[in-house]
């Protein structure tokens, strides 16, 4: 079967941190774009980052530059969003995806993990 299962969402104080973890099945996620994207109460879905499966660059939101880290491990068919100093706004359900090279949209996505940050 494909999919992607993600966890490591949870309550963290400001300034804290968490690390998402996402482990696809079924295919390998070495030959797929991969992303991870969040929506906030009341707000549009956004790209958080990406992996570019042709020659490995990784892009940043403004919002998250510095803070997060983006990363695949091959072996283990699995990618994971390493997010430090949160704030409050970084609250959201963090969904994992990924994209076939030459394709607009994405295939699979994950079913998300709640990250909530707060005092």
């Known amino acids: 079967q494909v999919q992607l299962v993600e966890s490591g969402g949870g309550l963290v104080q400001p300034g804290g941190s968490l690390r998402l973890s996402c482990v696809a099945s079924?295919?390998?996620?070495?030959?797929?774009?991969i992303g991870w994207f969040r929506q906030a109460p009341g707000k549009e879905r956004e790209g958080v980052s990406c992996?570019?499966?042709?020659?490995?660059?990784?892009y940043y939101a403004d919002s998250v530059k510095g803070r997060f880290t983006f990363s695949r491990h091959n072996a283990k068919n699995t990618m994971y969003l390493q997010m430090n100093s949160l704030k409050p706004e970084d609250t959201a359900v963090y969904y994992c995806?990924?994209?076939?090279?030459?394709?607009?949209?994405?295939?699979?996505w994950g079913q998300g993990t709640q990250v909530t940050v707060s005092s």
């Open positions: 995806s990924t994209r076939r090279p030459g394709s607009v949209d994405p295939e699979y």
């Open positions: 079924g295919f390998s996620l070495e030959y797929y774009d």
């Open positions: 992996i570019s499966s042709s020659d490995g660059s990784t």
